[in-house]
């Protein structure tokens, strides 16, 4: 692979592009950096401006929280200039890296933790994930358009071999040249036509060459890993399906939990049968997501329900559903429509967007109001932060007791909570 190759055919496709952008992802160099020179890597690979990926690193860190990850996981998976793999690979035995293995891991665990707290921060309201989608488009766009320009030059190992210098030491060449012959000395300066000797018989190598084998049968390519992918899908599919129809157990984490344990089974049975290893890019991916989603902000979340904005405004009883759940987007209810008369309640869950309902100005509501991470107002009380408390009570308004009687639970994994007279 040459350092400015010729542009090849055209990547055919969103898998074949991200195929490539792993061979032939940026190396991180020695000069230009500020730290680690993910953004000098990215600059040079596509030809930009580095200071451009710096700000884009800060914006991103500012609005979102994912610049910081982003760059650790830069300095993880992207090799250094003279190496021959990344921190990660060099931690799983693949090759020569300057990050130690030690190092290695703490740059996962920080990973780990800037993910966690870019998405669980208080102040969450979908930044995360937009800042997330736009420097994953990014780098896939431009390599896209530029992967065929400055394509790095791998790093080969050393094939250096000891040559014995005759003086006693050796050094490290590729090829040992033989000492030119020594001419032989005879001390009775005869003539060297009069000596007839016979000739003496070769000498015998001590250590014969062996004769040069045949190279070496590939090994055929084991089944286990693309097995046991195609059995993580169909069993993440089966389980989100079950989870929308109903099954309360398949939420998020158990979903990942699931497709964890058929990859690790897939690299159990790859370790006595040979291959599967590639599974292990998967897995590592997995055990990160399954740690984020059993923090506390989503510990409760619900796949169920669909994706968007909602806005009901029921104008019977008839009309109100008992629950309303979504997965994630920004639910509205508007209760001000209903009819007085007989009590009535109803539930609003959300998974990852912002809440909000409104109540009648004279209505007795008893409420319960929650969020995993975000704000929640209720009725004049309100709750800041992660894992708070719910918020509980009745408040029957400024007319006192009397008015239409209204049972009301709200619960969000991530968002904003607020019930409010309209």
Not at 55 to 63: C, D, E, M, Q
Request: net charge neutral; proline share 8%.
């Amino acid at each position: 692979m040459s350092g400015a190759s010729e542009k090849p055919g055209v990547l055919n496709g969103f898998e074949e592009t991200v195929k490539d952008f792993w061979v032939s992802r940026p190396r991180r160099p020695h000069s230009g950096r500020k730290l680690a020179g993910v953004a000098a890597a990215i600059g040079r690979r596509y030809g930009i401006d580095p200071v451009v990926v710096r700000i884009a690193f800060v914006v991103t860190t500012i609005f979102g929280g994912f610049g910081v990850c982003f760059y650790l996981l830069g300095w993880l998976f992207l090799p250094g200039e003279s190496d021959e793999v990344s921190g990660f690979e060099g931690l799983i035995g693949r090759g020569r890296s300057s990050v130690s293995p030690a190092f290695a891991v703490v740059l996962m665990v920080l990973v780990v933790l800037s993910t966690g707290g870019s998405i669980s921060g208080s102040w969450f309201d979908g930044g995360g994930l937009i800042s997330f989608a736009l420097i994953a488009t990014a780098l896939y766009l431009l390599h896209r358009s530029r992967g065929h320009e400055n394509r790095p030059v791998p790093v080969a190992a050393p094939t250096s071999y000891p040559a014995f210098t005759g003086n006693g030491a050796f050094t490290m060449t590729d090829t040992a040249e033989a000492p030119p012959p020594v001419r032989g000395w005879d001390p009775l300066a005869a003539d060297p036509a009069g000596w007839d000797l016979p000739d003496s018989p070769p000498a015998q190598d001590p250590w014969p060459t062996p004769p040069p084998s045949s190279a070496p049968q590939r090994r055929p390519r084991s089944k286990i890993g693309s097995a046991t992918f195609a059995l993580a899908v169909l069993t993440a599919g089966g389980a989100v399906l079950a989870g929308l129809n109903g099954a309360t157990w398949f939420d998020a984490q158990h979903i990942v939990g699931l497709v964890l344990g058929v990859t690790g089974i897939g690299l159990v049975a790859g370790a006595f049968a040979g291959g599967g290893r590639g599974l292990i890019g998967l897995a590592v991916p997995l055990a990160i997501v399954g740690m984020v989603l059993t923090t506390s902000p989503f510990k409760n979340f619900d796949v169920r329900g669909g994706v968007g904005d909602l806005s009901p405004t029921p104008q019977s009883v008839a009309e109100l559903k008992p629950l309303y759940q979504h997965a994630a987007g920004d639910i509205r209810l508007d209760l001000t429509k209903l009819p007085a008369g007989a009590p009535y309640s109803t539930t609003v869950s959300n998974g990852a967007g912002d809440t909000t309902v409104i109540v009648p100005e004279t209505a007795d509501v008893t409420f319960e109001c929650s969020t995993g991470a975000g704000n929640a107002t209720c009725f004049g009380r309100s709750s800041d932060g992660v894992d708070q408390d719910a918020l509980t009570g009745t408040d029957n308004g400024a007319d006192g007791a009397g008015g239409q009687q209204i049972t009301l639970k709200v619960t969000n994994s991530v968002g904003s909570v607020e019930v409010r007279r309209g």
